[in-house]
């Protein structure tokens, strides 16, 4: 069973940063992407950025400039740096990764890392 453990939420003020960490208990080269989603109270869960294993990444409008996502091939870790923060950037952050098995790409979640954004 596969299992990716989220730390580095927290409270932060309105132009703070946080670091969020996502580590897979699989190697890296058994992940075709990795990702971060958000879900803040009463609304969806939605894509905020994403990363291939080659390196690709696609992130959300709403945080372009400002989020970066990248791998360390040698943790089997994903990194959110989250900068210039936002109350509207609050909500439970979720790692997401898509694990080969067999020849078949497999959907895994975290738990859930809490970022809360306020003064």
């Known amino acids: 069973q596969v299992q990716l453990v989220e730390s580095g939420g927290g409270l932060v003020q309105p132009e703070g940063s946080l670091r969020l960490s996502c580590v897979a208990s699989?190697?890296?080269?058994?992940?075709?992407?990795m990702g971060w989603y958000r879900q803040a109270p009463g609304k969806q869960r939605e894509l905020v950025a994403t990363?291939?294993?080659?390196?690709?990444?696609n992130y959300v409008d709403s945080v372009k400039g400002r989020f970066t996502i990248a791998i360390d091939k040698a943790k089997n870790t994903a990194y959110l740096q989250m900068n210039s923060l936002k109350p509207e950037d609050t909500a439970v952050y979720y790692c997401?990764?898509?694990?080969?098995?067999?020849?078949?790409?497999?959907?895994?979640w975290g738990q859930g890392t809490q970022v809360t954004v306020s003064s």
């Open positions: 990363i291939t294993r080659a390196g690709s990444t």
């Open positions: 699989v190697s890296i080269l058994s992940i075709a992407a």
């Open positions: 997401h990764a898509q694990v080969l098995i067999d020849q078949r790409v497999y959907d895994y």
